[in-house]
């Protein structure tokens, strides 16, 4: 995974490593250095803007960096770029979010996890592969099929629901969304289950009518925790996407999908950098145990070490 975003960083430190003596870099050599991790990082799916700001981080890291002519240059430059990614990135919170619900369910039960984004772009399955892992873990979750405009997303749900052993608590197809996700907290009340988990709706997010619909659904149901899900094959476009739907709904964190099909990996540093949200999972394939935790400082580690 994020193979071309690991080879960005691969061949800036070797870059260096070969560049570097015991006086300072030249500023045309910091600038010739620049140009080409910031050229590499957008052709692996960064945003301009993020790449800029990783870029000037570095460069102004490296201004100071006095490293010996021989030893080992390569773990010092490493260790300094890692240093420089976190501090860049200090404002985005790292979230364990299996650990997070179960505490929340000591304070409260049901707790609320609402579900937003587009269709497409596995939304239905992330649900489904949180509700497995709960369930795992000795848990118990209601569904509530609070998309009632796509035609076949009620029966889709269904079909993951049958799998899992779930009840979906639904209306008709037409029926206003907001008494779905009312109906399934006050089931999920009524007979001591842990979770409610909310599908809603993702017809075009320029829709005003759906955005408005979904500010509904949340100001009723309340939510614990609501999770925007990204397709990182989208990349740049998910993110525009995310900032229209945050006009509208709370987002608390994102759970990026189809990320074992994106060699560049550079939409993850983007979200994490312009949505100042913590990614809680990447979904890394279709089976319910295709869902890995997201840690930033691990990633990093993944991309810089």
Known sequence: MFDKLKNAFKTFTNTLVNSITTTELSEDKLNEIRDELFMQLVESDVAVDVADAI???????????????????????????????????????????????????????????????????????TIAKIT????????????????????????????????LGVRVIKHGYGSDPAAVAYDAISHARNRGIDYVMIDTAGRMHTDTNLMNELSKVQRVSRPDISIFIADALLGNEALDIAKY?????????????????????????????????????????????????????????????
């Open 132 to 163: 497995h892992q709960l369930m795992k873990r000795g848990y118990t979750a209601v569904w509530a099929a609070a998309d009632t405009y796509r035609a076949g997303a009620i029966e889709q749900l269904e079909g993951h629901a049958t799998r």
């Open 245 to 305: 739907y945050s006009k509208y709904v709370r987002i608390d964190g994102l759970v990026v999908t189809k990320v074992d099909a994106y060699p560049k990996g550079g939409a993850i540093l983007t979200f994490l950098h312009e949505l100042k949200r913590p990614i809680y999972f990447l979904g890394v394939g279709q089976g319910y145990d295709d869902l890995r935790p997201f840690n930033k400082l691990d990633f990093f580690k993944q991309l810089v070490l």
């Open 55 to 125: 870029c000037n981080a570095i460069i102004n890291y490296l201004r100071d960096l006095r490293v010996p002519r021989f030893g080992d240059k390569e773990s010092i430059i490493k260790n300094g770029v890692l240093d420089v990614m976190n501090k860049l990135f200090s404002d985005v919170p790292d979230v364990d979010f299996m650990s997070e619900v179960t505490k929340m369910l000591q304070e409260k039960k049901p707790v609320v996890l609402l579900f937003l984004g587009p269709n497409g772009y596995g939304k239905t399955t």
